[in-house]
């Protein structure tokens, strides 16, 4: 990998969620990495993201997580009274080798980034969704239990 695609990965990294899903072009976490079109070619004919894909995100219950592994936090979206319920993700899914550089990444936490995420999260649900979030501590990944949650507002998006 050659020095410009690494920093291409580094920015794409800390807009990853569920360790393997990179919303589209166009959405708020994209625009806050400042990732343009032929920068995005580039990491996709490295061999480490591939073409826009649909996702289905299913309910654990009236819950569905997204983890944001690289900041060690947890959004939990909560549909009050709903049995089971999914989402459609329209993002690129990393490949093998985009998941592995993930998991050992490293990279700065950028407060506006994150808030790009997590309007892109709040896009995704439903309005009656209430939304939540947890710092993860190291060396926990998928275990939410025990978790110190805070809600998170809903701005007026719709």
């Known amino acids: 990998m050659d020095r410009n695609v690494a920093e291409l990965f580094g920015r794409l990294q800390k807009i990853v969620v569920n360790g ?30 591939n073409s826009g894909n649909k996702s289905k995100l ?22 009050q009274g709903a049995e089971r319920y999914g989402l459609n993700l329209d993002g690129h899914l990393l490949t093998t080798a985009g998941e592995q550089l993930v ?21 995704l649900m ?18 939410t239990e025990g978790l110190q949650w805070a809600e998170l507002p809903r701005r007026k998006l719709r």
Do not use: C
């Open 20 to 49: 393997s899903l990179v919303p589209f072009q166009g959405t708020e976490p994209m625009q806050a990495i400042g990732l343009k079109h032929d920068e995005f070619l580039a990491l996709g004919e490295a061999g480490l993201l």
């Open 58 to 79: 299913a309910s654990d219950g009236d819950e569905i997580y997204f983890f944001l592994h690289g900041r060690r936090k947890v959004v939990r979206a909560h549909m």
């Open 103 to 123: 998991a050992v990444g490293d990279f700065s936490h950028d407060e506006a980034v994150l808030n790009s995420i997590l309007v892109w999260i709040e896009h």
């Open 126 to 143: 439903p309005t009656k969704a209430s939304l939540f979030i947890a710092d993860v501590p190291a060396g926990r990944t998928a275990d």
